[in-house]
């Protein structure tokens, strides 16, 4: 407070007096805005000033977006350090939760991981899914760090298909199942030689396996398959003028045969 002595002209005396707003104190050291909310635009503020709370770079408003402030200097609450809302009532801090990382560059043929929910600052490995390996021979499991902007970062492994081991066939049996990789197929099939019935194979990832019976090929040419005969066209035959002579001419002796039956007069 300052004192002014009222003087037997009616005025004061001339003084120095001045009156300055309140200022408001740290809104970031505020219960519930540490470590999750961005209130910069809030320091140093008097009373009447505004400013906007936001979150963290790697976390998202869970509910509604940024939130004003007000520094209301005349407004006792110490957790909020003299900051009311717009509407001069209690500031609430704006619940802000970390940022969940995007998945999508893992989801490819080949990997496996553990990243599906992993938020600002958490981290996750990515590996070579079963059936698959990794394609320089020499690689392993990669570490992934959940960044602010909500991507992965780390080196994803390059992986390939992993090749079957050379089927094993018995006696008689060859086969296209060398080098086949994950969900290829090949086939096996009777040698020379030999015969049985082709069967078709799947590379699962360790071992070529059949699809339905296994070959089983026996010795030996196997039973020939005779195609039936092209039926006779049988047609109507006409009596010839010498067909009663056929018998007189000897031509039904056992041994003989001829075409004679159904010639005209003059035809050999």
Same mark, same amino acid.
């Given at each position: 407070?300052?004192?002014?002595?009222?003087?037997?002209?009616?005025?004061f005396?001339?003084?120095?007096?001045?009156?300055l707003?309140l200022?408001?104190?740290?809104?970031?050291?505020?219960?519930?805005?540490?470590?999750t909310?961005d209130s910069?635009?809030c320091?140093?503020? *008097?009373?009447?000033?505004?400013?906007?709370?936001?979150?963290?770079?790697?976390?998202?408003f869970e509910?509604?977006?940024?939130?004003?402030?007000?520094?209301?200097?005349?407004?006792?609450?110490?957790?909020?350090t003299?900051f009311?809302?717009?509407?001069?009532?209690?500031?609430a801090p704006?619940?802000?939760?970390?940022?969940?990382? $995007?998945?999508?560059?893992?989801?490819r043929?080949?990997?496996?991981?553990?990243?599906?929910?992993?938020s600002t600052?958490?981290?996750?490995?990515?590996?070579?899914?079963?059936a698959?390996?990794?394609a320089d021979?020499?690689?392993?499991?990669?570490?992934?760090?959940?960044?602010?902007?909500?991507?992965?970062?780390?080196?994803?492994? =390059?992986?390939?298909p992993?090749?079957?081991?050379p089927?094993?066939?018995? *006696?008689?049996?060859?086969?296209?199942?060398l080098?086949?990789v *994950?969900? $290829?197929?090949?086939? =096996?099939?009777?040698?020379?030689?030999h015969?049985?019935?082709?069967r078709?194979?799947r590379?699962?990832?360790?071992q070529?396996?059949?699809i339905?019976?296994?070959?089983s090929?026996?010795?030996?040419?196997g039973?020939?398959r005779?195609?039936?005969?092209?039926p006779?066209?049988?047609g109507?035959r006409l009596s010839?003028?010498?067909?009663?002579?056929v018998?007189a001419?000897g031509?039904? =002796?056992?041994?003989?045969?001829?075409?004679?039956?159904?010639?005209?007069?003059?035809?050999?």
């Open positions: 407070s300052y004192y002014s002595t009222c003087q037997a002209d009616g005025s005396i001339d003084s120095q007096l001045s009156c707003p200022r408001c104190g740290s809104l970031a050291r505020a219960d519930g805005y540490a470590g909310t910069s635009t320091e140093g503020l *008097v009373h009447g000033q505004g400013c906007i709370v936001t979150c963290l770079p790697g976390f998202d509910n509604a977006g940024p939130s004003g402030a007000i520094c209301n200097a005349a407004f006792h609450d110490t957790k909020a003299g009311t809302d717009r509407e001069g009532r209690k500031l704006p619940s802000c939760v970390r940022r969940k990382c $995007s998945t999508v560059a893992l989801e043929l080949g990997l496996r991981h553990d990243c599906a929910g992993v600052g958490q981290t996750c490995t990515v590996s070579a899914a079963q698959y390996e990794y021979g020499r690689g392993g499991p990669s570490l992934l760090f959940c960044a602010q902007d909500g991507t992965l970062k780390g080196v994803i492994p =390059a992986v390939q992993r090749t079957c081991a089927a094993m066939f018995g *006696v008689g049996v060859v086969s296209s199942c080098g086949v *994950v969900g $290829s197929t090949c086939w =096996a099939y009777c040698s020379s030689g015969h049985g019935v082709p078709q194979y590379c699962d990832g360790f070529v396996t059949a339905g019976s296994e070959i090929c026996i010795k030996g040419l039973p020939h005779m195609s039936p005969p092209e006779q066209r049988i109507r010839g003028d010498c067909d009663a002579d018998a001419a031509l039904t =002796a056992t041994g003989i045969a001829h075409d004679c039956l159904g010639k005209s007069a003059g035809e050999l």
